[in-house]
């Protein structure tokens, strides 16, 4: 193959400002994916454009060279509407898990590819893990089956989908150029579109457990994915929700798994059964499903039984019992009044400590590590009050993890709750 | 050694738009060296420094890190006071080969740790190379013994010398951060005040043919280096010099060395002859000699004498014929008229096409390769003059050099010559 252009010619544009030509863009990807252009390359052209930016032209080429660094899968043998969903991230973000059930017992199937957790936001396929037995490793026929059979597979993306963007993923994470929009629209988006759904609905978090704190940078990200689906020609919407205090009351792999649990048998807590509800909504119309309600699967057992299904289809118990942690501790109130907030980045830290998230890619996780809420904000709280229980297999673990929860709920007498709406935008 | 920062917290610190600490520089440079900073990572803060900038103090403490990591040379035993002169490089660029034996000759001593060419800028280290015999790389102690018994020496940085510097250099040359003030004034001042002369004088070119196309960016790169000189107790003083025309008559490596001899002959382009004289009452007023003219010792042969001591001491024959490329080719005026202007950079490719420049580190340069100039700007010219001839060993370089050369030269009936005054301006 002949090289059209240099790595340092490629760089040199961006870094003064211009924009790149489609075939810079297709061939410096290419090259990437080759080793042509090397890591060190790569890294400066990632900054380049996190600082300097790059247009909707430049921003939909990037995502399409990633799409065609690797296969595109098709589901054309499934004769249900395809309808996926993904999430940007946060703290006890579990809505996935009764999400893609409850979507294939409305008559969706939902082909959803996930990833493991970095840092402070845990990971899909970490939290399934903690069920005993189940796999998140399938091939693509495997696939196929399990989606054909429960409605909804959630599984590790293989190593051909856009194999461009798990290089320079992995790069951007120890190079401080994860913070760049037209860099994370297109690599959300590449792996949804080369996982061929025909529509998908967006959760772009934002708050302070989110990767974009500020609500207008999320609405950008939001606004930049749905141009990408649609140029794509995938049915996209997107809502902007709530991170700044942690979903449900659970923050954890195995104790998130539970009140998944809780919600699919027509439980669990008021907030993530409401985004359950409100996201399987957006999916049902997207998809061109009628007269399903999403709330009656969830009370008629519809839902439950779409999830026994697909757990067991990947080799998973669901009647098995949940690993527990070894040790447990407790953080107290101080103080009376009202909480009128809770810190999602705070909490999500804490839990990483106590050894539920991970400090790089590879590192294990504990199944039972994490944190229960027994509060949140809006409630009356008396001073000695238990607000959350901590739990790790390692003790030693405990004194950092409480470190991380000084100043995480605010307790004011008399206090006005300070907290993002669960929608912030809606965007179609 | 516990390691204090991140790599990633550094290089978000610097994309953030913050200062970095005096703690952070010392232990990314540090880091870097010893390879725990990965190559992508510092690529990436390159890139953000590059966008970004660094304050006085932070461009301060990163040359002295790079001191740091490496040896600093001593000069104790000298008992004739040390100047230095660095260029930051251009076409026909010789001055140093005339200007380090005639500042030797009027009594000053000269430690002249140079570089070698890239792309269209020659390199002092190849032209001298094209003497039979020289030798580049001298011991510390025979850079010693050559800079007391000949009062010059000219030869290249040893490997303990800001070897941070170096790792990064080598770096920014293929991620697009050379570009960058502070990075450029940091790579320059750590050698030369590693090196250890006690007064400095910088040669700063602007033009086509130089790395600062804009006079004002020179001039703030001048000023930038005076700074860091003067912190670091190094007399120092920059000329802002002419780059939009080649300098001299030649450009190619022995061509040069050929030109060079010419002026300590007391012959030679005027142009190089007053740079050279500019450059030498720089230095030796700076360096507190006082009643010598270098305009005599050009004239009575003590600067030739100097010169013919420094070659012969590192193994050079300066009596021997310099190389001779085996093939010519002439480049001739299409029109008449008054040569109003020559872009230096137009003929820095075409002499690097010929084979007297490097693509890349390391690789090797022809000795006999380059070009003759027939005519400068303010030359009246005859359609048909002969105004270049252009030298190589391999024939089928013509044609490239010869389409870099096209628009090099603008000859207007009556027209006004148009190039910068030679001294664009003197910081100290």
């Known amino acids: 193959m002949i090289e059209d252009f240099s790595a340092v010619e490629v760089i040199a544009a961006k870094r003064d400002r211009n924009e790149l030509s489609d075939a810079q863009i297709d061939w410096v990807i290419s090259a990437y994916t080759r080793g042509v252009v090397a890591d060190e390359q790569m890294s400066a052209l990632a900054m380049a454009i996190l600082l300097n930016g790059m247009n909707s032209r430049e921003i939909s080429r990037w995502t399409n060279a990633m799409i065609n660094s690797g296969e595109r899968m098709n589901w054309s043998a499934i004769t249900r509407p395809t309808a996926d969903k993904h999430s940007t991230g946060g703290v006890g973000d579990k809505i996935t898990l009764p999400l893609a059930p409850l979507v294939a017992a409305c008559g969706g199937a939902v082909p959803q590819l996930s990833g493991r957790g970095l840092a ?22 495997e696939m196929l089956k399990v989606l054909q059979d429960c409605g909804a597979v959630i599984c590790a993306a293989g190593a051909g989908l856009a194999p461009a963007d798990k290089k320079l993923y992995a790069l951007r994470d120890v190079t401080a150029t994860v913070e760049a929009i037209p860099l994370i629209a297109s690599s959300i988006m ?7 759904t025909s529509s998908l609905v967006l959760d772009v978090k934002t708050g302070s457990g989110a990767f974009m704190h500020d609500p207008a940078q999320a609405a950008i990200l939001a606004r930049t994915m749905v141009e990408l689906g649609r140029n794509a020609g995938v049915k996209t919407r997107a809502l902007v929700t709530a991170m700044d205090v942690p979903l449900g009351l659970t923050v954890g792999n195995a104790l998130e798994v539970r009140e998944s649990v809780e919600v699919l048998a027509g439980g669990g807590p008021s907030d993530v059964v409401e985004l359950t509800l409100l996201l399987a909504r957006e999916m049902i119309e997207l998809a061109g499903i009628s007269g399903k309600d999403p709330e009656v699967a969830l009370k008629d057992g519809s839902a439950m039984d779409a999830w026994r299904k697909m757990i067991s289809a990947q080799g998973g118990n669901p009647d098995a019992a949940l690993p527990v ?3 447990k501790n407790q953080y107290f109130a101080t103080e009376a009044g009202r909480m009128v907030s809770m810190d999602a980045l705070k909490v999500g830290v804490a839990a990483w400590r106590l050894g539920a998230g ?8 504990q199944a039972g590590a994490g944190i229960e809420l027994h509060a949140k904000p809006g409630d009356d709280i008396k001073a000695g009050q238990l607000l959350m229980t901590l739990h790790t297999d390692e003790p030693e673990r405990f004194p950092r993890a409480l470190e991380a929860l000084v100043g995480s709920v605010s307790i004011v007498a008399g206090g006005e709750v300070n907290r993002l709406p669960l929608v912030v935008e809606r965007i179609q």
């Open 325 to 327: 942690a070894r040790e």
């Open 358 to 365: 991970r400090s790089r890619q590879g590192e294990k996780v």
């Open 190 to 196: 590449s792996k949804k579109i080369a996982e061929g």
């Open 120 to 141: 402070h936001t845990g990971g899909t396929l970490d939290k399934l893990e903690s069920i005993p037995g189940w796999r998140a490793d399938l091939s693509n026929e």
